[in-house]
């Protein structure tokens, strides 16, 4: 028999409560809660009941935001003093819990509606911000926290729309419902109805954090119905839109005030009178207005001061004004003009950003004057001229970085004296001469990028000094002479960078240990002799560019295949334009998803057995010497985005059993012994995603491929060249590589160091294709390229030809004249 009756959901949890209650009792021994005890016996058994709610996950998001992160409940044991478990505080006199932090406790799970948390009705503060609650929403219940004060949920990943119930909060003082507003999942919403009651009922908050919260259905004008004793208030990232009221400036007791984010909204800066205390002011990527106006000298309380906004002309003088500043960063703006000397007054300031604006002419010595500054961004402006040598006063300097300017000369050999630098970062500017020796008293540096300038002659070998380096960049410069063997001094480097030099000479041997190096780039210089075997040590490598060299000979037995076996973690491997002869290995490491050989003298069989799970994506082998069949075992590289054998000794017929790889875009089997027919032998769609098919010069028979051409799809789109240009390429787990390719364009050969997305080719020249051209072919519509010259084709050109309006090199006049036929018809 069954017996169901519907209760009330206060009745239901009082059942389910005492239902607990009398368990606990059966199962603890009376003496357990004496009255030694402080803690209540109810709510010690409603916090343990609330501690299974949750599983404990180390995985979960945020730890970073925390100053302490464990298991707080991991404490809570039966028979002891919940007054003393971890994140639980009681009152003195009645016992009774007042307050609950599990922030930072890695609790997982849904929030229960019913928790038993409910029944600490004496709670004032409650903190369970930065655990994953797994998009529950935040229970209406919490309403019956009449006493609450403090609530803070932030980062939790509570979802769905704000309750209601939260303005039933009359005591409040403190509110933070921060979320993470890049999240793929989690959005809380906040209504315009429920911000209305909140700022109604809420008369007792002075702090309300709302950053990433969704508010985009919000009127930003509620929020100077707050009580005037607000003293933060935080929408950072909060999708507002419309017009902030610039009265929020008049708040009596305003002391921080974050707005940054929100690209839709716009603030007026005042024009006067600032009277507000503001201590801390953050508006970044929004608008407020076109400039900065001197009436931001009036905000003398400030220390910390963001502006992002687009704002125009120069910086005020009255920015000296404001003398409690630590922390300045007046970036990513169109602020143009010299920095004012003003800024000398600031001599509290330890971080100074003013990059990404058109701020010109010298570094002054306003700057060099402030003497606490431990981080100074510059870069993107247009500065230009020395580096002053009396940058050198700022010994307090941990961070610099001055890159995308226009300096010139040499760095002064006094940057050496800045020994508590840990990032210099000076690349894209005009940089010349020496590398300073004096760079090598900068023994706590761990980055260094000296790039993109016009620095000449060798590395000084005192670079080995800087024992801490992680990363070094030296490439696009003139540098020379051989690489220093004091780089294997360098045992924390994870990244070198010398490309696109002027070095010689060999790899030194000692490279190999360099046992952290993850990524190694020697490509573009001038360096010879053999692969050194040491390079088999490096076994964290993920990419290892050496192209555009001089290396000679074979690989060496001794790294073949004992090399390719160590490196296993190898993503990218380019030894293209060099002069290695003989055989490739046949073994490679199953991480690889770049192989780029081309240009050498390679030779033989192409070897390789390419194993289910494969995950190439560009195998470019073009202008070697290989001969032999095309490995069939290529079909398991089902990620193959890219696969030219041009220029070989292959002989084969067409590979039609490549026709399945899905994701395969560029196809060239050009100028080889490739043969027979090319028609497709199935009914299914094949090659669906091809962009590039060049099988010119070669033996191919009979009809063009029809049923291929119908199933080109990707070369259907039109392709609108709008917006930025976009590049073929493959992104590893550590890295990037752009694709490269070499094409016939009006009878000239190149080679392309980058592949546009939009490029779409088909080169069938120089073969014995013989019968009509396929009216199928004008449906082609984004082919820049066509190419059918030298075969036996016969017959009327398709006028369906003339659709091809993006064709930029084609064969024949005859095409040119049906295009124009079918212009004048239309």
């Known amino acids: 028999m069954r017996i169901f009756t519907k209760l009330s959901a206060p009745l239901c949890l009082l059942f389910v409560f005492l239902c607990l209650k009398t368990a606990f009792s059966s199962s603890i021994h009376a003496s357990s809660f004496s009255t030694t005890h402080l803690c209540s016996h109810e709510e010690a058994l409603a916090l343990l009941q609330f501690k299974t709610s949750f599983s404990i996950n180390y995985t979960i998001p945020y730890p970073y935001y925390c100053v302490e992160s464990y298991s707080k409940i991991e404490s809570w044991k039966e028979g002891t003093d919940c007054c003393s478990w971890d994140g639980v505080s009681c009152d003195n006199v009645t016992g009774h819990v007042i307050a609950l932090n599990l922030s930072c406790s890695f609790l997982y799970g849904t929030f229960p509606s019913n928790s038993t948390l409910f029944f600490l009705r004496n709670l004032q503060s409650l903190n369970l911000s930065l655990n994953d609650f797994r998009l529950s929403?935040?229970?209406?219940?919490?309403?019956?926290?009449?006493?609450?004060?403090?609530?803070?949920?932030?980062?939790?990943?509570?979802?769905?729309?704000?309750?209601?119930?939260?303005?039933?909060?009359?005591?409040?003082?403190?509110?933070?419902?921060?979320?993470?507003?890049?999240?793929?999942?989690?959005?809380?919403?906040?209504?315009?109805?429920?911000?209305?009651?909140?700022?109604?009922?809420?008369?007792?908050?002075?702090?309300?954090?709302?950053?990433?919260?969704?508010?985009?259905?919000?009127?930003?004008?509620?929020?100077?119905?707050?009580?005037?004793?607000?003293?933060?208030?935080?929408?950072?990232?909060?999708?507002?839109?419309?017009?902030?009221?610039?009265?929020?400036?008049?708040?009596?007791?305003?002391?921080?005030?974050?707005?940054?984010?929100?690209?839709?909204?716009?603030?007026?800066?005042?024009?006067?009178?600032?009277?507000?205390?503001?201590q801390r002011l953050y508006l970044g990527d929004m608008d407020c207005g076109k400039r900065l106006r001197e009436s931001v000298g009036d905000l003398k309380s400030l220390q910390f001061l963001r502006l992002g906004c687009n704002l125009e002309g120069s910086i005020p003088a009255s920015i000296g004004n404001l003398s409690q500043l630590t922390y300045l960063r007046i970036s990513s703006n169109n602020l143009s003009g010299q920095i004012p000397t003003s800024l000398a007054n600031l001599t509290q300031l330890t971080s100074l950003d003013l990059s990404d604006n058109q701020f010109s002419g010298p570094i002054l010595a306003s700057i060099c004057n402030l003497r606490q500054l431990t981080s100074l961004d510059l870069y993107f402006n247009k500065f230009s001229r020395q580096i002053p040598s009396s940058l050198a006063n700022l010994t307090q300097l941990t961070y610099l970085s001055l890159f995308h300017n226009q300096f010139s000369s040499p760095i002064p050999a006094s940057i050496g004296n800045l020994r508590q630098l840990t990032i210099l970062v000076l690349y894209s500017n005009n940089f010349s001469g020496q590398i300073p020796p004096s760079l090598a008293n900068l023994t706590q540096l761990t980055l260094l990028d000296l790039s993109h300038n016009q620095f000449s002659g060798p590395i000084p070998a005192s670079i080995g000094n800087l024992r801490q380096l992680t990363s070094l960049v030296l490439h696009s410069n003139n540098l020379s002479?051989?690489?220093?063997?004091?780089?294997?001094?360098?045992?924390?480097?994870?990244?070198?960078?010398?490309?696109?030099?002027?070095?010689?000479?060999?790899?030194?041997?000692?490279?190999?240990?360099?046992?952290?190096?993850?990524?190694?780039?020697?490509?573009?210089?001038?360096?010879?002799?053999?692969?050194?075997?040491?390079?088999?040590?490096?076994?964290?490598?993920?990419?290892?560019?050496?192209?555009?060299?001089?290396?000679?000979?074979?690989?060496?037995?001794?790294?073949?295949?004992?090399?390719?076996?160590?490196?296993?973690?190898?993503?990218?491997?380019?030894?293209?334009?060099?002069?290695?002869?003989?055989?490739?290995?046949?073994?490679?490491?199953?991480?690889?998803?770049?192989?780029?050989?081309?240009?050498?003298?390679?030779?033989?069989?192409?070897?390789?057995?390419?194993?289910?799970?494969?995950?190439?994506?560009?195998?470019?082998?073009?202008?070697?010497?290989?001969?032999?069949?095309?490995?069939?075992?290529?079909?398991?590289?089902?990620?193959?985005?890219?696969?030219?054998?041009?220029?070989?000794?292959?002989?084969?017929?067409?590979?039609?059993?490549?026709?399945?790889?899905?994701?395969?875009?560029?196809?060239?089997?050009?100028?080889?012994?490739?043969?027979?027919?090319?028609?497709?032998?199935?009914?299914?769609?094949?090659?669906?995603?091809?962009?590039?098919?060049?099988?010119?010069?070669?033996?191919?028979?009979?009809?063009?491929?029809?049923?291929?051409?119908?199933?080109?799809?990707?070369?259907?789109?039109?392709?609108?060249?709008?917006?930025?240009?976009?590049?073929?390429?493959?992104?590893?787990?550590?890295?990037?590589?752009?694709?490269?390719?070499?094409?016939?364009?009006?009878?000239?050969?190149?080679?392309?160091?980058?592949?546009?997305?939009?490029?779409?080719?088909?080169?069938?020249?120089?073969?014995?294709?013989?019968?009509?051209?396929?009216?199928?072919?004008?449906?082609?519509?984004?082919?820049?390229?066509?190419?059918?010259?030298?075969?036996?084709?016969?017959?009327?050109?398709?006028?369906?030809?003339?659709?091809?309006?993006?064709?930029?090199?084609?064969?024949?006049?005859?095409?040119?004249?049906?295009?124009r036929l079918v212009q004048r018809r239309s």
Request: glycine letters at 6%; aromatic letters at 8%; hydrophobic letters at 35%.
């Open 137 to 278: 929403k935040i229970p209406s219940e919490i309403s019956q926290f009449t006493r609450l004060k403090h609530l803070d949920v932030s980062f939790s990943r509570f979802s769905s729309q704000v309750p209601g119930e939260i303005a039933h909060l009359p005591k409040l003082v403190s509110l933070n419902l921060s979320n993470d507003p890049y999240s793929d999942s989690s959005d809380l919403i906040l209504e315009t109805a429920i911000l209305k009651n909140l700022v109604h009922n809420l008369s007792e908050v002075r702090e309300l954090v709302l950053s990433g919260v969704n508010m985009t259905s919000v009127n930003p004008r509620f929020f100077m119905n707050l009580s005037s004793s607000l003293t933060t208030l935080d929408l950072w990232e909060s999708a507002l839109r419309g017009n902030f009221p610039d009265s929020i400036f008049c708040f009596q007791n305003l002391k921080k005030f974050y707005l940054s984010g929100n690209r839709n909204l716009t603030i007026d800066l005042p024009n006067s009178n600032w009277s507000s205390p503001l």
């Open 481 to 819: 002479g051989q690489i220093p063997s004091s780089l294997a001094n360098l045992t924390q480097l994870t990244s070198l960078d010398l490309s696109n030099n002027q070095f010689s000479g060999p790899i030194p041997a000692s490279i190999g240990s360099l046992r952290q190096l993850t990524s190694l780039y020697l490509d573009s210089n001038n360096l010879s002799g053999q692969i050194p075997s040491s390079l088999a040590k490096l076994t964290q490598l993920t990419p290892l560019e050496l192209s555009n060299n001089q290396f000679s000979g074979p690989i060496p037995a001794s790294i073949v295949p004992d090399m390719f076996l160590a490196l296993q973690n190898l993503e990218i491997l380019d030894l293209s334009h060099n002069n290695l002869i003989r055989k490739i290995p046949n073994c490679l490491p199953k991480s690889l998803s770049v192989l780029n050989l081309q240009a050498n003298y390679f030779d033989g069989n192409i070897a390789f057995g390419f194993p289910e799970g494969c995950g190439l994506r560009n195998l470019n082998l073009h202008g070697n010497q290989m001969d032999g069949l095309l490995p069939r075992s290529l079909v398991n590289c089902r990620m193959l985005e890219v696969l030219d054998v041009g220029n070989n000794n292959i002989s084969d017929t067409f590979p039609h059993w490549l026709e399945s790889l899905p994701h395969l875009q560029v196809l060239v089997l050009r100028s080889n012994k490739f043969h027979g027919s090319v028609q497709s032998k199935k009914e299914s769609p094949s090659f669906p995603k091809l962009r590039v098919l060049d099988l010119s010069s070669n033996y191919f028979v009979g009809a063009l491929p029809v049923r291929y051409i119908e199933n080109f799809n990707a070369m259907m789109d039109p392709h609108k060249d709008g917006g930025s240009p976009e590049y073929m390429m493959v992104s590893t787990r550590t890295n990037y590589y752009q694709y490269s390719l070499v094409v016939t364009w009006k009878g000239f050969e190149y080679e392309l160091q980058k592949i546009l997305t939009v490029f779409s080719s088909i080169h069938l020249s120089n073969n014995m294709f013989e019968g009509e051209i396929p009216d199928v072919m004008g449906k082609l519509s984004s082919l820049k390229g066509l190419n059918l010259s030298h075969n036996n084709l016969t017959g009327h050109i398709p006028l369906s030809l003339g659709n091809l309006t993006n064709l930029e090199c084609q064969s024949g006049r005859k095409m040119r004249k049906a295009r």
